[in-house]
């Protein structure tokens, strides 16, 4: 009661304590000790809610405050990625490594954290756990923002008018900015021992700068570890090789809607962990890319085809990136090439194929790749019957977005028995056929289903009297389902069944979701949903 009464009744203060306290062991001595040391730090008047954040600062571990202190960089009320967020920490060195786990759980550990101790906020969490968005109160961020350049942390500018008068001050290690394209450009802030470059746009995000050459960052910045121009549309076909210079450079984001490949000198930056293209176009990445063994995250948004030299058709050649986490979207053109480049890529966690060509065998023997737990797969361009291919999709799987496919219904069964499935997504044409019969057991773990533009008719299971189909599930998602007409009788029994959203199907679609809604509240689930779009 002291403390909170120390707070003077100010909201922020009262959560920011509360996440002091939430760290702090269980023990009466600790908390009066804690009580006395409010007594000159949390007072009245305007200066309270600086001296609460001051206090929970101080309270927090070495590597946290780095964290904390990072949000300062994006914009104010921005919710932030959380997993662009964690993989520049990683580039920054922020995150302690601990033998035997992974740079991106002990980043998320540390998030948690911070929010646990009321100073970050949770915008969005992800259909698989975890946090998708997250963002700070703008009294934290103008706290933030004021320390990190009291601690000569991070500097940084908003607008022409600070860009202009800016006067580096000695060895700054990182610098935001967010301005419009064109005034970065004109300004072109001097910093030569700069290690970190933010850039954001302060435009509508969908407007970009064009900006046609790039070189001159890479000669005015020759210490970068991080690189981010987010907002500034680079019209190059291929990334500068000035590049190769900077081969301290961990974490490289750019958009470009021409860039087309990148040039086999790339490979120079062996410390290169993240590489984010925002592109439209198909981009190669040269055959030297496997030699870069501490690339974590590939991802560029209009896809990539990777190269494999001529040695690389015999497995014993093969060099694999052992820390690579994140690929996407990946082009696989041939299958005995696609198997290679499987091969190279053991410790993926996230994956995203888009299948260009070949019998479609390597994109369905997923197996091999034991850690991946997120898998999108478009089969796009595939013609043929997979009733005759082997299937097999790793047992760590948690989310499975599949398109284009055309797997038949029957062998839907190796799907349904997935442990850890959690989020399943069958889109356009993923299936072949019009009835869909669920096998017992299935889906043991299955939350979110989102069934869109398929030609399903008949959707139902084996045994109707069982219970033993989706015992977890508490998202259905139909869209574009015009001809079904037959739901398992099941889905009026589940539990847990949250919501049931049908966007644009047909008539018969609603009236059978209409029917499981009224089973439900007569079985006493109130809190159901049911929402129409048309």
Known sequence: ??????????????????????????????????????????????????????????????????????????????????????????????????????????????????????????????????????????????????????????????????LSTFNEPPNLPRLAICS?????????????????????????????????????LFCIYKHLKVLNLEGINLRQKKLPAEVESHLCLRYLSLASRIMEFTPPSIAKLSHLETFHLDSYLTVSLPDSIWNMKKLRHVCLRGGVVIGLSSNDNVAENLSTLPNLDTLSTLYLYHDKEGENILRRIPNVRRLQIFNHGGQNRVCCNMSRLVCLESLTLDGDCFSGSLEHVELSFPMNLKKLSLSNLGLPCGKMSLIEQLPNLEVLKLRQQAMDGQRWELKEGGFPKLKVLTLSNLDIVEWTEVDPDSDDYFPCLQQLKLSLIFYLEMMPSRLRFIPTLETIQVKVCGDDVESLVREIEEVQKNFGNENLKIIIID
């Not at 072109?188 to 407007?207: D, E, Q, S, V």
């Not at 700068?209 to 790039?214: K, S």
């Open 1 to 162: 009661m002291e403390i909170a009464e120390k707070c003077k009744g100010l909201p922020l203060a009262i959560v920011v304590v509360a996440g002091v306290l939430a760290t702090k062991e269980h023990d009466i001595m600790v908390w009066k000790k804690f009580a006395e040391s409010l007594t000159s730090t949390v007072v009245s008047g305007t200066d309270q809610w600086k001296k609460s954040l001051e206090l929970s600062y101080e309270h927090l571990p070495y590597h946290l405050k780095a964290c904390l202190l990072y949000f300062a960089a994006f914009r104010e009320d921005e919710k932030i990625g959380a997993k662009k967020l964690m993989r520049l920490w990683i580039a920054e060195g922020f995150v302690e490594k601990i033998e035997g786990e992974k740079l991106e759980d002990i980043a998320e550990e540390y998030l948690v954290d911070l929010i646990g101790r009321n100073l970050v906020m949770v915008g969005k969490n992800r259909s698989i756990g975890g946090v998708k968005t997250c963002y700070i109160h703008d009294l934290i961020f103008e706290f933030c923002k004021g320390k990190a350049k009291e601690k000569n942390f991070l500097q940084v500018l908003r607008g022409y008018d600070e």
């Open 180 to 216: 419009s394209g064109e005034d970065f450009i004109k300004s072109k802030p001097f910093c030569p021992h700069l290690g970190t470059l933010l850039f954001f746009n302060a435009t509508p995000r969908y407007f970009k700068f064009d900006l046609f050459n790039i070189s001159f």
